[in-house]
């Protein structure tokens, strides 16, 4: 009902399992560690941008698009959950990199190119000269008479994927009988953590939304998630039930050095979760996020006491990039 007027592909494999941790709770002295495997899709091997891409993905068919254009380092899941779609869709799909282009393809880059993606390289430019070469792009395949869409140019549209999974994680709670009080997920561009945030608010705030930053300093990251929490309120023309203030809490102290620079916890939680659950991590998004959910409850901010769910958004061909920090010593 609520996302009826939008239109949507179905690409994630919903509801995603949502699964008791006993041993990894035990470590963390938490009897009660739940994980949100958003990572366990059927398509592409999954993740969170699949929820985004049902919603943007919607959009292109409606709007009649034959090419789709994404943008994003070779390590990109979004990347590599678009040429996913796009092969899944019929739709060719080009990706635009902003680094030189490497002798040896592996991780996610790897798995675009085997689902048939076609790679541009742009060489070492920002994001902003990469957005510039994008629109340059669709101008010129618009003149050879193409229709392209550009992924992640309608935020609050992907955000849509999120706002679902409040609702459906609260549903699943209930149905377990899990009296779900905190949920920790991960900011970088925060589209995943807004949404989710935004159908928090929608319920009334039934569990303490906790975002974990691995891209920016807290004032950043709120800011972004502010932007985009008003940004879905205007898309869906809804007041939610609670405020932002009220249902979220910002920790940029997992961060370490920054995006994709690993911290000592984070490897080692890489090696915990698997050991005691058997549930891959990998060092850019969601090792932080579990690390800093052990930490809340070893601080006290988390209690024992209150059932915790930690959102696996997936990213796990990354790991196979990150091999150095794995090797046996
Ligand atoms: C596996 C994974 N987790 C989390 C995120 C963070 O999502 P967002 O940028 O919406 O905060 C990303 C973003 O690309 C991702 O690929």
């Known amino acids: 009902m609520l996302f009826s007027r939008f239109p949507r592909v179905q690409l994630a494999t919903l509801p995603t ?15 009660e560690v739940y994980i949100k495997r958003d990572d366990f899709m059927a398509l592409g091997m999954g993740g969170n941008k699949l929820r ?18 994404a943008c994003g380092r070779p390590e990109s899941n979004q990347c590599r959950l678009t040429a996913a779609a796009a092969a899944k869709l019929g739709l060719k799909c080009i990706l635009l990199h902003n680094t030189e282009k490497a002798d040896f393809l592996q991780g996610n880059i790897l ?6 993606a076609q790679s541009m390289y742009l060489g070492e430019i920002d994001e902003d000269t990469r957005q510039e070469q994008a629109l340059a ?13 550009l992924i992640g140019s309608d935020v609050p549209l992907g955000c849509l994927g999120y706002v679902n999974a409040a609702l459906e994680l609260h549903q699943q709670a209930l149905a377990q009988n899990i009296d779900l009080r905190h949920v920790v997920i991960v900011g970088a561009m925060g589209g995943t953590a807004a949404g989710f945030l935004y159908g928090t608010a929608l319920l009334g705030h039934p569990f303490h939304v906790h975002v974990i930053s691995v891209e920016y300093p807290k ?11 008003n940004n879905i309120s205007s898309l869906l023309e809804l007041t939610p039930n609670a405020k932002l203030a009220e249902v979220a809490t910002v920790h940029a102290e997992y961060l370490g050095p920054g995006y994709a620079q690993p911290t000592p916890e984070a490897i080692q939680t890489v090696r915990d979760l698997a050991q005691t659950e058997g549930i891959l991590l990998e060092n850019v998004y969601t090792s932080k996020t579990v690390w800093g959910m052990r930490d809340l409850v070893a601080r006290g901010i988390i209690s024992p006491q209150e059932a915790t769910c930690v959102i696996h958004t997936g990213g796990g061909p990354a790991l196979f990039a990150q091999a150095e920090l794995y090797q046996p010593r």
Do not use: C, T
């Open 111 to 116: 798995l675009s190119y085997l689902m048939g």
């Open 137 to 149: 792009l669709m101008e010129k395949l618009k003149s050879a008479g193409h229709n392209p869409y």
């Open 219 to 229: 004032e950043k990251i709120w800011s972004i998630l502010e932007r985009n929490f």
């Open 52 to 69: 985004h891409l049902e919603f943007w993905l919607g959009a292109a068919l409606q709007q009649g698009a034959d090419v789709i254009i």
């Open 17 to 31: 399992p949502l699964q008791h941790l006993p041993r990894y709770g035990a470590l963390a002295n938490h009897p």
